[in-house]
């Protein structure tokens, strides 16, 4: 991360006056941008291919983003402009579920922001006024801020490698122990040939991994506050 990408998600967004056609402006372009990303893959964003759907000249992008790597950052930041996936609860484990099942659903929406989200880069407004109102929640039901800050990281990190899988295509044990079927393999490997055998309940937990690790996640968050109490 540079200080160019520092500037460009925090500092004032410079508005050309002359040599720019009507209507272009860095939230349209940013908004078409992810529109081609979600439709197409991030791939496809390019500036060439943005430019012929904005109807407008590779040249006047340019004068509202430097390029592709910044534009990429700008459109992460803008999936969270909207309210966070904040529930109203009482509870802080009812909070940091309804975070991690909303930070899943962002991917599942906009499956080009996983590697965005795992890239070195800086937080920008919208995802710092995401995190900073769920630690806000976490601290006004009486957790501290520093155990607030933590368990979000955590959380986020779990859905980060939770998600990879489904955005993936992964359609659980008939593809992913398909190596299983030939009887060497069974033999090679036999304490897997034995998920897969007869009555085995593989296939739900390779479904249901999501539900059940978020749960022990946090579990683990209410054993930790449990033994420092």
């Not at 081609?36 to 991030?42: H, K, P, V």
């Not at 806000?136 to 933590?150: C, F, K, N």
């Not at 490698?161 to 009887?183: H, I, K, N, T, Y």
Request: with cysteine; charged share 25%; hydrophobic share 45%.
């Amino acid at each position: 991360m540079g200080t160019g990408d520092y500037e460009l998600l925090w500092g004032e967004v410079s508005r050309p006056s002359r040599g720019r056609p009507a209507g272009l402006s860095r939230e349209r372009i940013v908004a078409e941008a992810r529109a081609i990303a979600d439709a197409e893959g991030l791939q496809k964003v390019s500036m060439k291919h943005l430019a012929e759907r904005l109807g407008s000249g590779v040249m006047s992008l340019y004068r509202h983003v430097p390029g592709k790597d910044e534009l990429v950052l700008l459109m992460y930041d803008s999936l969270m402009t909207g309210p966070p996936p904040i529930p109203e609860a009482d509870h802080w484990r009812e909070i940091l579920r309804g975070w991690g099942q909303g930070v899943r659903g962002l991917f599942n929406t906009h499956p080009w922001a996983l590697s965005v989200a795992t890239s070195e880069r800086s937080m920008g407004p919208g995802e710092a006024t995401w995190v900073d109102a769920v630690i806000g929640r976490l601290t006004a039901v009486g957790m501290p801020i520093e155990l607030a800050l933590i368990s979000v990281l955590t959380v986020d990190c779990f859905v980060m490698g939770a998600v990879r899988p489904e955005l993936a295509g992964d359609s659980g044990e008939a593809e992913f122990f398909q190596f299983l079927a030939d009887p060497a393999m069974r033999a090679r490997f036999p304490n897997l040939a034995l998920l897969t055998q007869p009555g085995a309940a593989t296939d739900v937990a390779m479904g249901d991994h999501f539900e059940f690790g978020l749960e022990r996640v946090l579990d683990g968050l209410e054993r930790h506050i449990e033994t420092s109490a």
